[in-house]
């Protein structure tokens, strides 16, 4: 159980440096095809915004990855499960506000997560 955990936190994280560099670098090229609904205008107008998400996404996968190198079982799923708490909350509120799809990129893999953390 724990090696199933570890990877989905690992896959996680590699999601959040993905959305780093596409919101922080290739907002106006990825991030227009990523965001089909976001008018196209705005793309250059909002770059500034969007590298400060992806800057926030980063840190999200900083935190992932830090607790998979943390030895104590105990500090490691308190770590694990503050961070996919965040990615998972991050995931709903975008879900909501922005593209509906991302509950499924975000949300429902730090719920699955959370979830074999807390039945091990």
């Given at each position: ?11 996680i ?10 919101e ?6 990825r991030?227009k ?6 008018p ?6 909002t770059k500034?915004m969007a590298?400060?998400q ?7 996968a ?6 998979l190198?943390?030895?104590d ?10 961070f ?10 975008g879900?909501v506000?922005a593209e509906?799809?991302i ?11 959370i979830?074999?953390?807390?039945i091990?």
């Amino acid at each position: 159980m724990t090696t199933a955990i570890s990877i989905l936190t690992g896959v996680i994280a590699l999601i959040h440096i993905y959305i780093l560099w596409f919101e922080m670098f290739a907002w106006t090229t990825r991030g227009k095809r990523v965001f089909k609904s976001f008018p196209e205008q705005l793309f250059e107008q909002t770059k500034a915004m969007a590298a400060n998400q992806g800057l926030y996404n980063g840190f999200l996968a900083a935190g992932l990855i830090w607790s998979l190198f943390i030895t104590d079982a105990v500090w490691r799923d308190y770590i694990s499960l503050f961070f996919l708490s965040c990615v998972a909350i991050a995931g709903i509120f975008g879900a909501v506000t922005a593209e509906k799809r991302i509950v499924f990129v975000q949300a429902l893999p730090a719920f699955i997560t959370i979830l074999l953390i807390v039945i091990k």
